[in-house]
């Protein structure tokens, strides 16, 4: 998957989580399921794309 790919699927989960939350409300299961479909998605990209940073 492409770094541009990856970032217009991030983009079209957040838009959905909110339009979700402002529904159902930020608790409602719906919300969560998304938040964490969220959650996957931004940390596959900084895992891909993110350089690490080490410490010393």
Not at 6 to 34: D, H
Not at 43 to 50: Q, V
Request: aromatic share 6%; charged share 25%.
């Amino acid at each position: 998957m492409s770094k541009q790919d990856l970032i217009t699927l991030i983009e079209q989960k957040r838009q959905e989580l909110i339009q979700v939350a402002m529904k159902n409300g930020f608790t409602s299961s719906l919300a969560i399921r998304n938040s964490q479909e969220l959650d996957k998605l931004l940390n596959e990209y900084n895992n891909i794309f993110k350089k690490k940073v080490s410490t010393h």
